[in-house]
């Protein structure tokens, strides 16, 4: 019987999810015009006045959203890295680490929906609800390591 180490294959699982909805928001754009897109200066300034022409505000509130959950995914990786391979390393249960990659997964993908689908302000709270929850797991792994190394 093969045992995977379900921790540290979440790994590349989290990171190619987090360019899921850059893809989406290129999809929205070039869905709008296929020449607004310019790969040869992607973050220029004027770029951005294209995209505001092309789109419809509704299409460029949604792509602006997606475009802001695939930074965060960025931003949120090393944290969720951290807690990974400083659990596995430590020794904290395996059961625990499978459970805290495979929910953090989970949640980085309802986060992602919950970002790009969120319209109204008063329901983002969602949102930032599952942000608090995978960001206390993985203080809590860290935590947890650092207590069983101690």
């Known amino acids: 019987m093969v045992n995977y ?25 070039t869905a709008a015009d296929k020449t607004a897109y310019k790969n040869g200066n992607p973050r220029s300034h004027s770029a951005h006045g294209v995209i505001q022409k092309t789109l419809s505000p509704p299409q460029l509130a949604r792509y602006e959203r997606a475009k802001a959950a695939h930074t965060n995914g960025h931003e949120s990786f090393p944290l ?26 989970a949640m980085r993908a309802l986060y992602t929906a919950l970002y790009i689908n969120t319209e109204k302000e008063e329901k983002s709270v969602f949102r930032s609800l599952v942000w608090i929850t995978k960001t206390a797991a993985a203080l809590g792994v860290i935590i947890a390591a650092g207590l069983t190394t101690a």
């Open 80 to 105: 969720f890295a951290t807690a990974i391979v400083v659990g596995s390393m430590a020794g904290v249960d395996e059961k625990i680490m499978s459970a805290f990659a495979i929910g953090s997964v």
């Open 5 to 29: 180490n379900i921790a540290l294959l979440s790994l590349p699982a989290y990171y190619v999810l987090v360019f899921f909805p850059h893809a989406y928001a290129m999809n929205i754009l």
